[in-house]
């Protein structure tokens, strides 16, 4: 191993501005379901139809499997963190009788367990054929049988599908697929899991599909429910045979064969329902209700003190409010009658799509718990309410917790405990909600868009992540990761010669810069609608001069001075992002940018002039993911990497982009791409990271290793190799960043 050092220069790294809260008045309605960075997944992650078949990328993982050889059987991976911060996770359940022990879902990080209410966890998935959880649900009557519902319902465009449920007989700690989406056509995104507490073999789960007005049967969402404890399934069809989705689903807990659910077919039946036959029958409960199309994505509770008290907390589905709040309503009478309880309170309240939950104290009918990105508590019923946490608020503060609220959970063996699941990992409250504390440590969950490693000293790396900044450590531990930029991390780079020289970015081509222990913002002085037009925005810097580097939105800009001016260099490329960019260390004078619409352009004269598109009929039209070249292969050879299925997914050019060759060959899975490295002191050896894995070829492409071994299955978004450890490091979009030595 070559020796490691922290250059002279290198000062302690400050943090720059954390993620911010719109004031009071300021909160602008989002007129789609999805978050702003939905248009960034279409592009780079996201399958090109709305949900692909569920089984493709599984297919695509075992053909691998069994086609590739292994690249070495010494190949194993080490966690590198972050084990400290978290990410999004989604659901949560309790042991009946023991409040400590739980087990939680992470969107893409699989089941995780703790048995000291979340002070130290444990991975109970790795090489499931899924990570994405969207629901999880335990049998109150035999603690040990865990249900859980895969593929994320949370409604936005990077809430990946599953492949079913899977049930666990002992507390977790084996699984089985007990129902498969493509056997029995339940829902590939599963929101809630609902046990009948009067009979465990009776179950229903609720979910979403690929859209809501799909005409495709394996596209729809709805309700499911089994009679022989999740043997066989039959859709429900009283809201409709075509596609809707069921967002929630709560069995009254004294009144056998009684259950509620809310609903969503964009029309007069949505809203909530209630059945007392045991789902045979279905009645519309609307009496003090807005209009059934009003509602959206809606959330329930019903005490337990008192059952006939029932609370809605629903989205307002109109157009022009979108994503605001309807109103939190509630029922004294077993929802017969309904009345608004919110008044103004919610009206800054927003992304009720994406996070929406509620819960009552299972002693006190009139204390209850909701929100959306942050959450909310009244101990009167509903008379008034209290913003009890703030996301933007300092970490370790009583009234923080992390944003977007995806389940609460009371358990009722330990009043006034909640446990938040949210973007965050876990906050819990010991005290009915009104002080909090994080109990994330141990959770490897975070979701990476990026990373880098300081070529310098391989102790300092860091990426940018989903809802949780731009995260980097400077030594080497997976328990010492911390924030340096808020909101969601966008791409950072270490200068090579300078582990303190960094820049880090976040939505919207906010650029910082830290040297010297100095941080400052250096993003470009583009208008605000080209700044609004691209979500991430590729950073690169010149390998021969630090003062140059290059970024994107539609066009092209670089600065000759770290930052202090900027200049567009190139006109509008094909109308959208930039997604990749690459200056040749053989010659710095070539650029070569790649676009989410699969174009590639070159410039031969460091920025100056720009060719047209080079892309040709040879590569797919689907988003440029990642381009790398090496000087030893000389300026004009390039590989690169392009997302989406259907398609070869690696290209490479050796006359500058004039033409290209597939060297992907089938051989690799049929899934998106999102890195491509060359090794530079052997150019033939060649790594690839997908939704399937890492790849490796060590003759240039002609053939490829598989060398995944012990990575969980989940998506590797980024690839860095530091020559001098000899070590490749990947970036996960939901189980935190990996690293393996190399040969």
């Known amino acids: 191993m070559a020796p490691r050092f922290r250059p002279k220069n290198s000062k302690p790294l400050k943090p720059g501005p954390r993620k911010k809260d719109l004031a009071p008045g300021r909160r602008k309605p989002r007129l789609s379901r999805h978050k702003t960075r939905s248009t960034w997944f279409q592009g780079n992650s996201a399958w090109p139809v709305r949900e692909a078949p569920v089984d493709v990328l599984v297919r695509e993982r075992d053909r691998v499997k069994k086609t590739l050889a292994a690249a070495a059987k010494r190949v194993q991976w080490e966690c590198v963190g972050p084990t400290n911060i978290g990410g999004r996770m989604t659901s949560i359940v309790c042991h009946p009788e023991k409040p400590d022990c739980i087990w939680a879902g992470a969107a893409a990080g699989g089941v995780w367990q703790s048995k000291d209410a979340g002070r130290t966890w444990r991975a109970l998935w790795s090489d499931h054929d899924t990570l994405n959880i969207g629901s999880l649900a335990i049998d109150p009557k035999n603690p040990a049988v865990i249900y859980c519902g895969t593929g994320e319902a949370n409604l936005s465009i990077d809430s990946y599908a599953g492949v079913g449920i899977y049930r666990t007989d002992n507390g977790g700690e084996t699984w089985k697929l007990l129902a498969s989406s493509s056997e029995t056509g339940v829902p590939t995104r599963i929101g809630v899991i609902a046990i009948d507490p009067f009979d465990s073999k009776h179950l229903r789960i609720g979910g979403i599909g690929a859209n809501e007005s799909s005409p495709r049967p394996e596209d729809f969402g709805g309700m499911f429910v089994s009679h022989d404890g999740g043997v066989s399934w039959q859709r429900e069809t009283f809201i409709s045979k075509s596609n809707y989705w069921c967002h929630a689903i709560v069995f009254h807990p004294t009144k056998r064969d009684t259950l509620f659910a809310t609903c969503t077919e964009q029309g007069a039946k949505s809203g909530i329902w209630r059945s007392d036959n045991r789902g045979e029958n279905w009645s519309q409960l609307t009496k003090g209700l807005p209009d059934p199309e009003s509602f959206g994505r809606t959330s329930l509770a019903i005490s337990s003190a008192n059952p006939e008290v029932i609370f809605a907390f629903a989205e307002d589905a109109h157009s022009s409010r979108s994503d605001l709040l309807l109103g939190v309503f509630r029922s004294d009478n077993g929802g017969k009658t309904w009345k608004q309880i919110g008044g103004k309170h919610f009206a800054q309240e927003g992304q009720i799509s994406y ?53 609460l959970l009371m358990p009722p063996a330990a009043p006034g405990r909640v446990y938040d699941p949210n973007d965050g990992g876990l906050d819990v409250s010991e005290d009915g909600g009104v002080t909090w504390s994080n109990r994330s440590k141990g959770l490897a969950i975070t979701m990476y868009y990026d990373m880098d490693v300081a070529q310098s000293d391989g102790r300092h790396f860091g990426g940018g992540a989903q809802d949780n900044g731009t995260l980097v450590t400077t030594d080497d531990r997976s328990d010492t990761h911390f924030e340096i930029l808020g909101g969601d991390g966008g791409w950072m780079i270490y200068d090579p010669a300078d582990a303190g020289h960094i820049y880090a970015s976040y939505y919207h081509m906010n650029i910082w810069r830290w040297c010297n222990g100095r941080r400052g913002d250096v993003s470009p002085p583009a208008s605000q609608k080209e700044k609004n037009s691209v979500w991430m925005v590729y950073v690169a810097m010149d390998p021969h001069n630090r003062k140059t580097v290059f970024t994107g939105s539609k066009r092209v800009w670089r600065t000759k001075n770290e930052g202090k001016n900027w200049t567009a260099v190139s006109p509008v490329l094909d109308d959208s992002p930039v997604s990749a960019i690459e200056i040749a260390p053989a010659d710095s004078d070539r650029i070569y940018v790649g676009t989410e619409n699969g174009g590639v352009f070159r410039s031969l004269d460091g920025g100056r002039t720009w060719s047209a598109n080079l892309s040709g009929a040879t590569l797919p039209g689907h988003a440029i993911t990642r381009i790398d070249s090496t000087a030893k292969l000389g300026e004009d050879c390039i590989l690169l990497t392009v997302a989406n299925f259907g398609h070869p997914h690696v290209f490479r050019s050796q006359d500058a982009g004039k033409t290209w060759e597939d060297i992907d060959n089938g051989q690799l899975p049929d899934v998106p791409h999102h890195a491509v490295v060359i090794r530079p002191d052997a150019p033939e050896t060649i790594y690839v990271g997908n939704d399937a894995g890492v790849f490796l070829s060590p003759d240039s492409g002609r053939t490829w290793m598989n060398m995944t071994a012990n990575l969980p299955n989940v998506m590797v978004v980024d690839l860095v190799l530091h020559e001098k450890d000899a070590t490749l490091s990947a970036a996960t979009y939901g189980r935190s960043l990996w690293r393996t030595r190399i040969d």
């Open 355 to 407: 996070g929406n939950t509620i819960a009552i104290h299972p002693k006190n009918a009139d204390h209850v718990l909701c929100g959306g990105v942050d959450l909310h508590l009244t101990t009167n019923g509903g008379k008034t309410w209290t913003k009890v946490t703030r996301g933007e608020a300092k970490p370790g503060k009583s009234n923080y917790a992390h944003s977007d609220h995806h389940h």
